[in-house]
Protein backbone atom coordinates (compact mmCIF):
# COMPACT_ATOMS: atom_id res chain seq x y z
CA UNK A 1 0.00 0.00 0.00
CA UNK A 2 2.83 2.22 1.02
CA UNK A 3 4.61 1.76 -2.63
CA UNK A 4 1.06 2.11 -4.18
CA UNK A 5 0.75 5.53 -2.12
CA UNK A 6 4.22 6.63 -3.69
CA UNK A 7 3.57 5.95 -7.32
CA UNK A 8 -0.09 7.40 -7.08
CA UNK A 9 1.95 10.58 -5.91
CA UNK A 10 4.95 10.68 -8.30
CA UNK A 11 2.57 9.99 -11.64
CA UNK A 12 -1.11 11.51 -10.18
CA UNK A 13 -0.17 15.01 -10.52
CA UNK A 14 -1.90 17.95 -12.16
CA UNK A 15 0.44 18.13 -15.35
CA UNK A 16 -0.03 14.45 -15.74
CA UNK A 17 -3.42 14.62 -15.23
CA UNK A 18 -4.00 17.01 -17.83
CA UNK A 19 -1.88 15.28 -20.30
CA UNK A 20 -4.14 12.27 -19.67
CA UNK A 21 -7.16 14.36 -20.67
CA UNK A 22 -5.71 15.85 -23.30
CA UNK A 23 -4.72 12.48 -25.04
CA UNK A 24 -7.90 11.19 -23.95
CA UNK A 25 -10.22 13.79 -24.23
CA UNK A 26 -13.19 11.71 -26.37
CA UNK A 27 -13.64 9.41 -23.61
CA UNK A 28 -14.17 11.94 -20.83
CA UNK A 29 -15.47 14.91 -22.55
CA UNK A 30 -19.32 13.57 -23.32
CA UNK A 31 -18.13 12.89 -27.14
CA UNK A 32 -20.39 10.65 -29.16
CA UNK A 33 -19.21 8.14 -32.65
CA UNK A 34 -21.07 6.95 -35.34
CA UNK A 35 -19.76 4.08 -35.45
CA UNK A 36 -19.91 0.36 -37.50
CA UNK A 37 -18.84 -3.15 -36.53
CA UNK A 38 -18.19 -6.52 -38.03
CA UNK A 39 -19.05 -9.24 -35.49
CA UNK A 40 -17.98 -13.03 -35.79
CA UNK A 41 -20.08 -14.55 -32.99
CA UNK A 42 -17.51 -17.34 -31.14
CA UNK A 43 -18.73 -20.88 -31.35
CA UNK A 44 -17.22 -24.37 -30.38
CA UNK A 45 -16.60 -24.69 -34.13
CA UNK A 46 -15.13 -21.15 -34.20
CA UNK A 47 -13.36 -20.43 -31.13
CA UNK A 48 -12.23 -16.82 -30.39
CA UNK A 49 -8.36 -17.18 -31.99
CA UNK A 50 -10.25 -18.41 -35.17
CA UNK A 51 -12.36 -15.45 -34.96
CA UNK A 52 -9.67 -13.09 -34.49
CA UNK A 53 -7.57 -14.71 -37.46
CA UNK A 54 -10.47 -14.33 -39.64
CA UNK A 55 -11.31 -10.66 -38.67
CA UNK A 56 -7.29 -9.48 -39.15
CA UNK A 57 -7.38 -11.13 -42.80
CA UNK A 58 -10.66 -8.98 -43.92
CA UNK A 59 -9.06 -6.18 -42.26
CA UNK A 60 -6.28 -6.52 -44.48
CA UNK A 61 -8.28 -6.31 -47.25
CA UNK A 62 -10.17 -3.18 -46.01
CA UNK A 63 -6.94 -1.51 -45.62
CA UNK A 64 -5.64 -2.59 -48.89
CA UNK A 65 -8.79 -1.02 -49.94
CA UNK A 66 -10.22 -4.44 -51.74
CA UNK A 67 -12.76 -4.26 -49.49
CA UNK A 68 -14.56 -2.01 -48.16
CA UNK A 69 -15.94 -1.86 -44.28
CA UNK A 70 -19.47 -1.69 -45.24
CA UNK A 71 -19.19 -4.58 -47.90
CA UNK A 72 -17.34 -6.54 -45.44
CA UNK A 73 -19.71 -6.27 -42.68
CA UNK A 74 -22.50 -7.64 -45.24
CA UNK A 75 -20.19 -10.15 -46.19
CA UNK A 76 -19.35 -11.25 -43.16
CA UNK A 77 -20.47 -9.69 -39.80
CA UNK A 78 -23.13 -11.90 -37.64
CA UNK A 79 -24.77 -8.99 -36.47
CA UNK A 80 -28.30 -7.65 -37.05
CA UNK A 81 -26.31 -4.04 -38.29
CA UNK A 82 -24.83 -6.26 -41.19
CA UNK A 83 -27.59 -5.39 -43.48
CA UNK A 84 -26.68 -1.63 -42.67
CA UNK A 85 -22.74 -2.20 -43.73
CA UNK A 86 -22.50 -2.82 -39.78
CA UNK A 87 -24.27 0.54 -38.93
CA UNK A 88 -24.49 0.93 -35.26
CA UNK A 89 -25.60 4.69 -35.21
CA UNK A 90 -23.96 7.12 -32.48
CA UNK A 91 -22.83 5.47 -28.97
CA UNK A 92 -21.96 7.01 -26.02
CA UNK A 93 -18.42 6.53 -24.11
CA UNK A 94 -20.44 4.76 -21.23
CA UNK A 95 -23.83 2.98 -23.14
CA UNK A 96 -24.62 1.25 -24.83
CA UNK A 97 -21.86 -1.01 -25.19
CA UNK A 98 -19.79 -2.80 -23.00
CA UNK A 99 -16.28 -1.14 -21.60
CA UNK A 100 -14.20 -4.42 -24.24
CA UNK A 101 -15.85 -2.58 -27.11
CA UNK A 102 -15.94 1.21 -26.49
CA UNK A 103 -12.91 1.95 -24.69
CA UNK A 104 -10.94 0.93 -28.43
CA UNK A 105 -13.47 2.39 -30.49
CA UNK A 106 -13.09 6.22 -28.27
CA UNK A 107 -9.04 5.38 -29.25
CA UNK A 108 -9.77 5.41 -33.18
CA UNK A 109 -9.71 7.89 -35.64
CA UNK A 110 -12.85 8.80 -38.25
CA UNK A 111 -11.97 5.93 -40.72
CA UNK A 112 -9.46 4.19 -38.31
CA UNK A 113 -10.35 0.18 -38.19
CA UNK A 114 -9.37 -1.39 -35.13
CA UNK A 115 -7.90 -4.89 -34.58
CA UNK A 116 -10.09 -7.63 -33.89
CA UNK A 117 -11.58 -6.86 -30.23
CA UNK A 118 -13.35 -9.46 -28.41
CA UNK A 119 -15.95 -8.69 -26.16
CA UNK A 120 -18.77 -10.54 -24.17
CA UNK A 121 -20.58 -10.50 -27.97
CA UNK A 122 -17.83 -12.15 -29.65
CA UNK A 123 -14.83 -10.74 -31.49
CA UNK A 124 -15.44 -7.67 -33.22
CA UNK A 125 -13.64 -4.72 -35.96
CA UNK A 126 -14.78 -1.33 -35.47
CA UNK A 127 -14.16 1.84 -37.47
CA UNK A 128 -15.91 5.33 -36.25
CA UNK A 129 -17.78 6.77 -39.03
CA UNK A 130 -18.37 10.34 -37.44
CA UNK A 131 -17.40 11.66 -34.40
CA UNK A 132 -19.78 14.64 -32.35
CA UNK A 133 -17.32 16.59 -29.88
CA UNK A 134 -18.75 17.00 -25.74
CA UNK A 135 -18.48 20.04 -24.09
CA UNK A 136 -17.47 19.01 -20.12
CA UNK A 137 -14.09 20.42 -19.80
CA UNK A 138 -10.96 18.69 -17.30
CA UNK A 139 -12.24 20.50 -14.27
CA UNK A 140 -16.02 18.71 -14.75
CA UNK A 141 -14.55 15.42 -15.06
CA UNK A 142 -11.65 15.49 -12.57
CA UNK A 143 -12.81 12.97 -10.91
CA UNK A 144 -13.33 10.54 -13.70
CA UNK A 145 -10.11 11.65 -14.91
CA UNK A 146 -8.56 10.51 -11.49
CA UNK A 147 -9.77 7.45 -11.41
CA UNK A 148 -9.57 6.78 -14.82
CA UNK A 149 -5.48 7.23 -14.40
CA UNK A 150 -5.52 4.99 -11.02
CA UNK A 151 -6.79 2.14 -13.41
CA UNK A 152 -4.27 2.57 -15.98
CA UNK A 153 -1.34 3.05 -13.34
CA UNK A 154 -2.27 -0.21 -11.52
CA UNK A 155 -2.89 -2.09 -14.75
CA UNK A 156 0.35 -0.90 -16.06
CA UNK A 157 2.16 -2.16 -13.08
CA UNK A 158 0.64 -5.18 -12.53
CA UNK A 159 1.57 -6.20 -16.25
CA UNK A 160 5.31 -4.93 -15.47
CA UNK A 161 5.04 -6.73 -12.98
CA UNK A 162 3.68 -9.98 -13.88
CA UNK A 163 6.49 -10.26 -16.13
CA UNK A 164 8.81 -10.57 -13.35
CA UNK A 165 6.67 -12.30 -10.57
CA UNK A 166 7.20 -15.85 -9.65
CA UNK A 167 4.27 -17.55 -8.90
CA UNK A 168 4.38 -20.78 -6.77
CA UNK A 169 1.72 -23.14 -5.38
CA UNK A 170 2.33 -24.20 -2.56
CA UNK A 171 0.04 -26.87 -0.97
CA UNK A 172 -1.62 -26.32 1.91
CA UNK A 173 -1.14 -28.77 4.68
CA UNK A 174 -3.70 -31.32 5.71
CA UNK A 175 -7.06 -30.10 7.90
CA UNK A 176 -6.46 -31.14 11.47
CA UNK A 177 -9.59 -32.09 13.41
CA UNK A 178 -11.03 -29.28 15.82
CA UNK A 179 -10.10 -31.84 18.33
CA UNK A 180 -6.40 -31.21 17.75
CA UNK A 181 -6.13 -27.69 17.75
Not at 135 to 140: I, L, N, P, S, Y
Request: net charge positive; aromatic share 8%; with cysteine.
Amino acid sequence: QMTWRRALSKYLTPESTSKYFAQRKRHFDGSRLHVAHILLKVSDQRGTEECKRELTEVRKKIQAKELTFSNAAKKHSAAPTKDKGGDMGWIERKDPMPESFSRPAFDLAIGEVSEPIVTPFGVHLITVLGHEPGKKTEKDVADAVHDDMRQYMFDWLAEKNRKEAEIKIVPRPPRTSNTER
